[in-house]
């Protein structure tokens, strides 16, 4: 079934349905979470990992992106190491392992001790299909901008002696941001939209990534979108979405969301679309 059948729509269904009638290299970017080692009772849980891994290898672009967003339960005091597995299948099937950057959280979930550190991050894994087609990295200032250079500390001209002649470029102003990005969780006006589902993404850090891995217009994918976050944000920075959620309950959140930014009410996700529904 062609893209433009899906396009602005929040569907609901299995999500491997939806792929598996969607285009080969049809999606730029997928931003996701999977529900990760039985850590939530998601509505309608059903989550066959191999395949849907190998229908969103099929179905992004040459030079496309998805990032994977998860995190491990810790099971008889061992964590399950499920994310480093799924990454390196995904490596397995095809695609680069481009980086694997942290989400932090800065107001995580205190937990009880259970003689560990409370934990504060997830993976966010970044896979490419072949080399990275766009990247338009956030710049942060960069802490001694403008400092003029004048020790070893970062060339070292020669071993031997003991005066230097020629000084480094002073510091730029402005550098690529890292790959540790932080964000409060749940207390933003825009987060609190997501209420009624367990875990939404904030909706900076999907920002952060589409604006870092597309451009407007580009087709943008959640094939487990539950409340909508990563269509709500494609929508708001002008590219195409395709949301995709097993509960009626999250898919009803999510066309929620986008409905109260939306400009042009005639967009497809203002009706209840489902695969059957679909033309
Ligand atoms: C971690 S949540 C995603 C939350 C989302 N990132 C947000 O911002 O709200 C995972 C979602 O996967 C959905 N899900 C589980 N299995 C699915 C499947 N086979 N197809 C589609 N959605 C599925 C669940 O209903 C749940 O909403």
């Known amino acids: 079934m062609s893209l433009e059948n899906y396009v602005n729509a929040i569907v609901e269904a299995n999500c491997l349905e939806v792929m598996s009638a969607l285009d080969e290299s049809a999606i730029d970017l997928t931003v996701t979470s999977p529900p990760y080692d039985d850590l939530r ?60 950057m942290i989400f932090r959280k800065k107001n995580p979930i205190p937990q009880i001790y259970r003689k560990r550190y ?3 991050f997830e993976y966010m894994f970044i896979f490419s299909k072949g080399v990275v087609k766009t990247h338009n990295p956030i710049m942060v200032d960069c802490l001694h901008a403008g400092l003029e250079l004048n020790g070893t500390t970062y060339k070292n001209y020669s071993k031997n002696e003991q005066k230097r002649s020629k000084l480094a470029n002073p510091v730029g102003i402005k550098k690529i941001k890292g790959n540790i990005w932080e964000y409060v969780v749940g207390k933003k006006q825009e987060d609190q939209e997501a209420k009624g589902h367990p875990a939404p993404f904030p909706c900076e850090l999907v920002r952060d990534h589409v604006q870092s891995w597309t451009n407007p217009g580009d087709v943008v994918f959640d094939p487990m979108c539950g409340s909508g976050t990563t269509p709500r944000v494609a929508y708001e920075l002008g590219r195409r979405f395709i949301g995709v959620d097993i509960s009626h309950e999250y898919c009803e959140i999510a066309r929620d969301r986008i409905k109260r930014i939306a400009v042009q009410p005639a967009l497809s996700f203002s009706n209840r679309v489902s695969v059957e529904a679909a033309p």
């Open 118 to 120: 409370n934990n504060e």
């Open 41 to 100: 009772n998601y509505k309608g849980y059903v989550f066959p990992f191999v395949d849907i891994a190998r229908q969103l290898f099929r179905i992004t672009k040459p030079g496309g992106v998805v990032v994977w967003v998860v995190a491990d339960a810790t099971i008889d005091a061992t964590e399950t190491g499920t994310s480093f597995k799924q990454a390196l299948f995904f490596k397995e099937i095809g695609f680069n392992l481009h980086d694997t």
